[in-house]
């Protein structure tokens, strides 16, 4: 048994710290509030702000853990470094998460290190600043927070007239203490891929197969696996996941995002963790679903392959309004249909958009994919969050 922190408890930390229970893991969840998701399954606890470097190592230092496995990106990463000079393992590598938490880090590993191709991109750290980033690279383009998640602060810029609109959005959206933002010229592509790339410590990295994706308001709202791609495209793209991977380091699950265009696959972005849009793999479309092969790679448990078992795709249920005491109905619905699943997230609170869960549908591998991503929709559109 290992003693793991995990820092980030949301629903994706949640799935993880099962995973761990399964093999018989110690987990501390850490978040900002109390009753965060993956507080409700974890042996103990802690409420801190993970961007107080003190308060940060005040945890470390008490429970002195084998494992850290960062889940989000407001986390003063810096810290890692440390961490793992005192002999403890971060997840995937201090360098990883430190890189990947900031998305000006990674993009110029994956840009100018490496020379993956990439949209073309400035930042920005003033509204006069983006003003002159979108006129070098062009509209439309996309606005992202260097540090956010689930798509908050990220907005398109149609004309002149957004910019303005798309600081303040990326401000508001800003997780963290880092006030700029990633201006990306549009990429004009077909679809968009989640790739998790499994890196081990003694063994090859390993792909799942890949995952598509929808996204509204920069967030996920249906994935499904397997996603369309041609052999040529993928074998690109895993060329890619490893490269910018390996020089991460470490032993892991990362969640790596890819547009599919007609002039061939743009790296997008890395997550150093299990991805939201594998969600899909909880319908066991995979031999082991995301949380598992993360756990395994950690622990260097061998993972022998990667099979797919099934077509799957998720769907999330969202929030509409903002509540102390959220509460569900129409699970019956969802529980009376065939080859489908839900999973409740069990976040104490709701607020517009808010992900409170996903539905999950699967069928053979005959099953045409645009079936099951359907299914997935209209069974999830079943289940109202109740203020």
Not at 142 to 147: D, E, G, R, S, T
Not at 181 to 192: D, K, R, T
Not at 222 to 227: G, K, N, R
Request: charge should be negative.
């Amino acid at each position: 048994m290992k003693k793991i922190v995990l820092l980030g408890s949301g629903e994706l930390g949640k799935e993880f710290v099962i995973a761990a229970q399964r093999l018989g893991q110690y987990v501390i969840a850490v978040d900002s509030y109390e009753n965060a998701p993956a507080m409700q399954v974890a042996q103990e606890f802690e409420v801190i702000n993970m961007l107080d470097g003190n308060a940060l190592d005040k945890i470390i230092a008490k429970h002195n853990p084998d494992f850290i496995v960062p889940e989000i990106e407001a986390i003063r990463t810096e810290r890692f470094y440390d961490y793992e000079k005192q002999g403890i393992k971060v997840v995937p590598s201090a360098k990883a998460a430190n890189f990947t938490m900031n998305r000006k880090a990674i993009r110029d590993l994956a840009a100018k290190d490496l020379g993956l191709k990439t949209a073309n991109y400035r930042y920005a750290t003033t509204a006069e600043e983006l003003q002159k980033a979108v006129a070098e690279v062009g509209i439309p383009c996309v606005v992202k927070p260097l540090m956010s998640s689930s798509g908050k602060g990220q907005s398109t810029i149609k004309t002149e007239e957004d910019i303005e609109k798309a600081w303040k959005y990326a401000v508001e959206g800003s997780r963290g203490d880092v006030i700029e933002v990633i201006v990306e010229a549009f990429v004009n592509f077909n679809s968009e891929i989640t790739l998790l790339t499994v890196t081990q410590n003694s063994a090859p990295t390993l792909f799942c197969p890949p995952i598509g994706h929808r996204q509204e308001r920069g967030d996920y709202q249906e994935s499904w696996q397997p996603a369309h791609i041609s052999p040529s495209q993928l074998k690109e793209a895993q060329e890619m996941a490893a490269k910018v991977t390996e020089a991460l380091g470490g032993a892991g699950l990362f969640g790596v995002e890819f547009f599919l265009a007609n002039d061939g696959v743009y790296f997008s972005e890395l997550s150093p963790r299990p991805h939201d849009t594998g969600m899909v793999t909880l319908a066991n479309t995979q031999n082991f679903n995301e949380f598992e092969l993360h756990l395994r790679a950690i622990l260097s448990l061998p993972i022998e392959e990667i099979t797919l078992e099934r077509n799957g795709a998720s769907a999330v249920i969202l929030a509409s309004e903002n509540s102390e005491k959220p509460t569900f109905s129409g699970i019956e619905l969802v529980a009376g249909k065939s080859k489908t699943d839900l999973r409740l997230f069990g976040k104490p609170t709701s607020r517009p958009y808010r992900r409170m869960g996903v539905v999950l549908s699967y069928d053979s591998t005959e099953t045409p994919i645009e079936e099951i991503v359907e299914k997935a929709k209209a069974t999830a559109q079943l289940i109202k969050v109740n203020a």
